[in-house]
């Protein structure tokens, strides 16, 4: 198979190129003709555009799926593969630490439909194990985790889904398929917000769903009628955003190593959280199972240094929530993804009031490094 830079390229596109545009112009119409009765009818909610097709093609030669779906954000992705695989009634089991939106769902809104879930450490199989009932029929998990960067132990988990005949679905906004590819070790289902990595320019608002045939045709049915498809035009950016996905994310995963690597050996840091580092708990399975450790990377600063004195000096790093963009983001999750979790949660997961959570954008990676650590020494006390 070809690599998949070649394949974000050329995977999808028609042939032959209509009306000889070398880039898929976009299809901006609500309704296409009927030109015979018998033809079923192509509207812009069943995500059947000429966009539509050649984004799909095109994500799943990426997954290494045989179909995929666009959604109109990440959470159109996940709450509509999750109607799709579970029933009322169902069970589900996930590791603790999701997504902020994705335990909110499962909190929240999955219990109207009598769906329950158990929540489990995610590296401790019995736990998992213990956790399965009569009900159960899917796992839920993410590859990287926000915002401490834990890699998760995929193989177990999808033995963990054959043995028990469980639904495996994962989320894997953070890995991005540049840096892994989650249907090759077995799972069913891989969703993304698009929204991160795959647009990648933080100007737009999609998901994905990828994965086998049969599951995906149930997608596509649940799609269509909660209706949370991609305009067009959001196609359109998603589609040239795609076939720049390897260089911007292995920069990425370089410009954030680097940072890394600065930040371990700096005075005004406790703690870095970086999967390429050998003081990360999981790096010999990040080594295994990731082509690249990422873009994002997060760090405790000391007591001792001034985290708003730090954030008033930096001059590149956008204060923003979200990730995966050309920019690089700075936030503290204390203040965003982890606002509304109450202090002891947060405590228990090990999300600190000074942590700080960096996405990488694409500077240059000497004037990244240079300005944070800039920022860094400018916190500390003159006499530190
Ligand atoms: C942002 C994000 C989501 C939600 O995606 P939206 O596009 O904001 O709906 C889900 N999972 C992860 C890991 C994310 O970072």
């Given at each position: 198979m070809a690599s998949l830079d070649t394949r974000s390229v050329h995977a999808g596109e028609p042939h032959p190129r209509i009306?000889?545009?070398?880039?898929?112009?976009?299809?901006?119409?609500?309704?296409?003709?009927?030109?015979?009765?018998e033809q079923p009818p192509r509207y812009i909610r069943y995500s059947d555009s000429p966009n539509h097709d050649a984004l799909h093609n095109k994500l799943a030669a990426l997954a290494g799926t045989d179909d995929a779906l666009v959604t109109a954000s990440g959470m159109a992705a996940i709450s509509t593969a999750l109607l799709s695989v579970l029933d009322a009634?169902?069970?589900?089991?996930?590791?603790?630490?999701?997504?902020?939106?994705?335990?909110?769902?499962?909190?929240?809104?999955?219990?109207?439909?009598?769906?329950?879930?158990?929540?489990?450490?995610?590296?401790?199989?019995?736990?998992?194990?213990?956790?399965?009932?009569?009900?159960?029929?899917?796992?839920?998990?993410?590859?990287?985790?926000?915002?401490?960067?834990?890699?998760?132990?995929?193989?177990?988990?999808?033995d963990l889904a054959d043995t028990h005949?469980?639904?495996?679905?994962?989320?894997?906004?953070?890995?991005?398929?540049?840096?892994?590819?989650?249907?090759?070790?077995?799972?069913?289902?891989?969703?993304?917000?698009?929204?991160?990595?795959?647009?990648?320019?933080?100007?737009?608002?999609?998901?994905?769903?990828a994965g086998p045939t049969a599951l995906m045709e149930d997608v596509r049915a649940t799609a269509k009628?909660?209706?949370?498809?991609?305009?067009?035009?959001?196609?359109?950016?998603?589609?040239?955003?795609?076939?720049?996905?390897?260089?911007?994310?292995?920069?990425?995963?370089?410009?954030?190593?680097?940072?890394a690597d600065a930040l371990s050996a700096h005075r005004a840091i406790d703690r870095v959280r970086y999967p390429g580092l050998a003081s990360h708990p999981h790096h010999e399975r990040a080594q295994a199972l990731l082509d690249g450790f990422g873009g994002m990377v997060s760090f405790d600063v000391v007591p001792a240094a001034d985290l708003d004195t730090f954030f008033e000096a930096l001059r590149l790093p956008v204060r923003a929530s979200s990730l995966g963009g050309v920019e690089t983001l700075i936030t503290q999750p204390v203040h965003t993804s982890h606002r509304g979790v109450a202090p002891e949660v947060r405590a228990a997961l090990g999300i600190t009031d000074r942590l700080v959570r960096l996405s990488v954008g694409l500077e240059g990676t000497d004037d990244v490094v240079e300005d944070v650590t800039t920022a860094l020494n400018a916190s500390l006390p003159p006499d530190a």
């Amino acid at each position: 198979m070809a690599s998949l830079d070649t394949r974000s390229v050329h995977a999808g596109e028609p042939h032959p190129r209509i009306e000889g545009a070398v880039t898929l112009p976009v299809f901006q119409t609500a309704t296409y003709t009927h030109e015979t009765p018998e033809q079923p009818p192509r509207y812009i909610r069943y995500s059947d555009s000429p966009n539509h097709d050649a984004l799909h093609n095109k994500l799943a030669a990426l997954a290494g799926t045989d179909d995929a779906l666009v959604t109109a954000s990440g959470m159109a992705a996940i709450s509509t593969a999750l109607l799709s695989v579970l029933d009322a009634g169902d069970h589900l089991v996930a590791p603790r630490g999701l997504y902020g939106g994705t335990l909110a769902l499962f909190d929240t809104w999955l219990p109207r439909f009598d769906i329950k879930h158990t929540l489990v450490d995610a590296d401790d199989r019995g736990a998992w194990e213990a956790a399965l009932q009569p009900n159960t029929a899917a796992l839920y998990a993410e590859s990287i985790t926000n915002p401490l960067l834990a890699v998760r132990d995929l193989e177990m988990m999808t033995d963990l889904a054959d043995t028990h005949g469980l639904v495996s679905l994962i989320d894997n906004t953070f890995a991005s398929p540049v840096n892994l590819r989650p249907a090759a070790l077995g799972f069913d289902v891989v969703l993304h917000s698009a929204t991160k990595y795959l647009g990648g320019h933080s100007d737009l608002a999609a998901g994905a769903i990828a994965g086998p045939t049969a599951l995906m045709e149930d997608v596509r049915a649940t799609a269509k009628l909660l209706g949370g498809m991609l305009d067009p035009h959001a196609c359109f950016l998603l589609h040239r955003s795609l076939k720049t996905l390897g260089v911007r994310v292995r920069q990425q995963n370089e410009t954030a190593h680097a940072v890394a690597d600065a930040l371990s050996a700096h005075r005004a840091i406790d703690r870095v959280r970086y999967p390429g580092l050998a003081s990360h708990p999981h790096h010999e399975r990040a080594q295994a199972l990731l082509d690249g450790f990422g873009g994002m990377v997060s760090f405790d600063v000391v007591p001792a240094a001034d985290l708003d004195t730090f954030f008033e000096a930096l001059r590149l790093p956008v204060r923003a929530s979200s990730l995966g963009g050309v920019e690089t983001l700075i936030t503290q999750p204390v203040h965003t993804s982890h606002r509304g979790v109450a202090p002891e949660v947060r405590a228990a997961l090990g999300i600190t009031d000074r942590l700080v959570r960096l996405s990488v954008g694409l500077e240059g990676t000497d004037d990244v490094v240079e300005d944070v650590t800039t920022a860094l020494n400018a916190s500390l006390p003159p006499d530190a």
